[in-house]
């Protein structure tokens, strides 16, 4: 069996740290190849080193059996491979045209001319049923869309090598469910994948083979179908994985926040995103707020943070009537919160990991002395919290939030929420994008601040951590709550009926 | 009526002068902030321009025999390729060395003047450089006949104008019509992309700002030709004025247009008042008058800059790293 890419011997390093150390990986011809590590497992770095993102210090890259130099994207592109990046590369205000032709357009007399390539465009989108439509502007499309137009630039560049990095990690389950059919029928008509996702089930669905990397190291390459869930997490993280958690029973006790008919309008227009939401969130449960993405979940969020003004209603936590607050008066009164976009809200991404510990309390007595920070206590603070949470950085208390992974950036954040000790903890998504042992960790720190006596507030889409994690599940369609479930007696089937909008019940 | 419309008359021609001006530099820091480059040596560029422009227009007048507007033309030449040169110290500073790019701008700034002030002097004796002769073209042959149109825009005109018109139309060309314009926009909204795509974003940056140099250095020219005969190291604060035309007018050629018209406007209005029956009834000081364009300049880009659509990477240099 020939190889279409040897990747041999890789290694890679950063100021601190190994991200590839010795890599090995060979991707077969018409394969779809999943590659499989825990958060900073230098899986994004392999991959960019193959696409010429990044110089390898070490080792050599064969396609198609010719040993090859690959210094620059345009490299990889001669050589027909091609990258959908973690964060999209997409130009926000060109149309879906624009974007896909950039750097190889077509003209006449000089002049850029579409007829050719709308022409291309549609042939491919019919081909391999990526459906979007070729003069809207990105920023008016979904992210689903988004990604198709990702997917359309490397096929319109006829790439026959197709690098996908965390694909899903930003889509709803049925845009998850279109991306599953696509990948099959691009390796039907001949093109070879590489997978990169934490998600096993997604692995098993599509993948044939799987290599596993740790620490920078690649651990083995197996056959999909020959491995179980367990052994593939087991040799992932390097230890035993619980897929179950160990959680008992909820015992909710007094409410610690009250929303009132709530109302939120759009930032521009009339449409009211929130429709009057009410309802109570209790000391010592995990409070799930569910729904398919743009529901008015994100804007329910903004406006119990202050991030967005509401229209109507009240909002009490613990008795004080936190409404007309400020997002910090509010954080002060008891209200912490992981947002849903670790990157825009959640962190300064130019700063180093002490001070993002920080942010939230830096104008405290602890971390300041007559107008100045008392940077002791700023590392000894950063020092506890990277124990305490496992952060993993190249450099420590001095690390860039930038050049931490996701699953380290997420593990910041949680940490300065949870150790600012609140009543209320509103996580949401908190868990996208993470590997399967971060998301263990994490739902484990979840439970523990509930059996603490706070309230969780959980706003996710993951079916499968609404109905593991939660007590109450409240499920959110078109701005309005439709139904108050119990997650133990019912099932992620009948749950999807009221996501839909199909089913509603009564709300207490 | 025939009153008002001999004043329109009489204040046109300085109304399109400024407009010409304005657009042409805030034209050119639209060429760099699209790339991604903030220029707000603007300024600086012009003066360069200006001084080394009005200079060979001198020695090429006391030395050969060639028609005005040909002479016109070389100083017009002389300052764009100047302009285009001085520009690239600040390509170098922030493409290639990535350093703060309001920094090495405002160096260019502080250099300009100062430049050119000493050479003149050192060359002339005086600080000022004098072209003297009047390059207006009192009219063109029939379209100044045309009825409005005519005495508007083909009588006291300035071949710098009609050049600018020919510049901006081939500009918004190039811009939104070939491929180096939709490369240039998108390595201003998000170079990961268009690198990600084989453009070579320090290529595209380096292009951005010399087209933006060569359209200040002209400016300054420009503003030799129509507005002074003479160059006293400074341009009237013509370069900060076009940025503000170009913040106003949202980064957009049209649009930019639109608000160079508007500034010129106040500043015709503040320059030459006693002229403005109208304006003179009033009997306001003088100040009042001369302070109007940049109390309009505030105005206009408080009301304006609230929807503020800035290239998104505007100001950033370039990391491939960077994630
Ligand atoms: N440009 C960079 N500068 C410094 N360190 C980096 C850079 N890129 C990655 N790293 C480090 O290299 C390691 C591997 O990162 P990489 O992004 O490849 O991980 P990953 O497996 O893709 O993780 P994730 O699942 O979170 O996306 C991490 O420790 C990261 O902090
Ligand atoms: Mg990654």
């Known amino acids: 069996m020939d190889y279409v890419i040897e990747m041999i011997d890789i290694t890679k390093e950063f100021p601190g740290i190994k991200a590839n150390d010795q890599v090995n990986f060979k991707l077969k011809k018409q394969e779809i190849h999943a590659l499989l590590g825990e958060n900073g497992a230098g899986k994004s770095t392999l991959m960019s080193v193959l696409f010429g993102l990044y110089q390898a210090d070490e080792g050599h890259i064969k396609v198609r059996g010719q040993e090859v130099d690959i210094r620059n994207p345009n490299d990889a592109n001669d050589l027909n491979i091609g990258m959908v990046h973690q964060h999209f590369k997409l130009v926000h205000n060109f149309t879906v045209t624009e974007n896909i032709i950039l750097g190889s357009e077509d003209t006449k007399y000089g002049m850029l001319t579409y007829q050719n390539a709308r022409q291309k465009i549609k042939e491919l989108s019919d081909r391999y049923k990526l459906k979007v439509n070729p003069d809207a502007k990105i920023e008016d499309i979904s992210v689903g869309q988004q990604q198709r137009v990702e997917i359309l630039k490397m096929l319109y560049r006829q790439a026959e090598i197709l690098i996908f990095d965390e694909p899903t990690a930003s889509l709803t389950p049925q845009e998850i469910e279109e991306l599953m059919k696509i990948l099959k029928g691009l390796t039907k008509e001949g093109k070879s994948i590489v997978l990169i996702t934490h998600k096993l089930n997604e692995i098993r669905q599509v993948a044939d083979r799987c290599t596993i990397l740790r620490k920078g190291k690649s651990i083995n390459t197996v056959v999909v179908k020959d491995t179980t869930n367990e052994q593939l997490a087991e040799m992932m993280v390097g230890r035993k994985v619980v897929f179950e958690l160990e959680k008992t029973k909820a015992k909710p006790k007094d409410t610690v926040l009250q929303v009132k008919n709530l109302s939120i309008k759009q930032k521009e227009g009339s449409k009211l995103l929130v429709k009057n939401v009410s309802f109570k969130a209790k000391r010592g449960e995990i409070l799930c707020i569910a729904g398919i993405e743009g529901n008015g979940q994100t804007e329910l969020v903004y406006g119990l943070t202050g991030m967005m003004p509401i229209q109507e209603g009240s909002i009490l936590l613990k008795d004080n009537d936190i409404t007309g607050l400020s997002i910090r008066n509010r954080s002060l009164t008891g209200l912490s919160h992981i947002p849903e976009d670790r990157q825009r809200h959640g962190l300064v991404l130019d700063f180093t990991l002490e001070n993002n510990l920080i942010l939230q309390n830096y104008f405290t007595s602890k971390f300041h002395h007559r107008g100045f920070l008392k940077f002791e206590a700023i590392r000894e603070n950063a020092e506890r919290l990277i124990d305490q949470f496992d952060i993993r950085s190249s450099r420590g208390p001095i690390s860039l939030a930038r050049s931490m992974s996701g699953g380290n950036q997420q593990k910041l954040i949680l940490g300065r929420e949870i150790d600012r000790n609140n009543d209320l903890l509103i996580a949401v998504q908190p868990t996208r994008g993470l590997d399967v042992g971060a998301i263990e960790f994490i739902h484990q720190q979840l439970i523990d601040q509930r059996d603490q006596g706070k309230a969780v507030l959980l706003v996710s889409l993951e079916l499968d951590e609404v109905m593991n994690i939660s007590d109450r599940i409240l499920v959110m369609y078109e701005g309005e709550l439709v139904g108050e479930l119990d997650p133990s007696k019912i099932d992620e089937k009948e749950l999807g009926l009221y996501m839909a909008g199909s089913k509603r019940g009564e709300i207490s | ?323």
């Open chain 2, 1 to 323: 009526m025939i009153e008002l419309m001999n004043q329109l008359n009489f204040a046109f021609p300085y109304i399109i002068r400024a407009m010409a001006l304005l657009s042409i530099v805030a034209l050119g820091g639209l060429f760099s902030e699209r790339s991604g480059v903030v220029n707000i040596a603007l300024e600086g560029i012009m003066i360069m321009g200006a001084f080394a422009g009005a200079w060979t227009m001198i020695i090429v007048m006391n030395n050969m025999n060639i028609p005005l507007q040909w002479n016109a033309f070389i100083g017009l030449s002389v300052g764009a390729i100047t302009g285009m040169v001085f520009s690239l110290f600040h390509a170098f500073a922030a493409i290639h060395m990535k350093s703060n790019q309001i920094i090495s701008a405002t160096a260019l700034n502080f250099f300009a003047p100062a430049f050119a002030i000493f050479t003149a002097r050192s060359v002339t004796g005086d600080r000022a450089l004098n072209v003297r002769l009047d390059y207006a073209i009192s009219e063109v042959p029939i379209l100044s006949n045309i009825p409005i149109l005519g005495p508007w825009l083909f009588t006291n005109a300035y071949l710098s104008t009609y050049l600018a018109v020919i510049i901006f139309i081939v500009a918004y060309i190039v811009l939104y019509k070939t491929p180096f314009g939709l490369r240039l926009r998108s390595c201003g909204e998000n170079p990961h992309a268009a690198d990600s795509l084989g453009v070579n974003i320090y290529k595209i940056r380096y292009a951005g700002v010399m087209i933006s140099g060569a359209l200040a250095g002209l400016g300054g020219v420009m503003f030799v030709l129509s507005f002074s005969t003479r160059f006293d190291g400074a341009v009237a604060g013509f370069g900060f004025l076009a940025l503000a035309v170009l913040i106003s007018g949202q980064w957009k050629p049209i649009r930019l247009i639109l608000i160079a018209f508007l500034f010129a406007l106040f500043r015709v209005i503040s320059e030459i008042p006693d002229e403005l029956v109208g304006i003179r009834n009033l009997n306001l000081p003088q100040e009042i008058w001369r302070m109007l364009p940049f109390i309009a300049t505030l105005v206009i880009l408080a009301i304006t800059s609230k929807g503020s659509a800035a290239p998104r990477a505007v100001g950033e240099p370039f990391d491939a790293g960077k994630r």
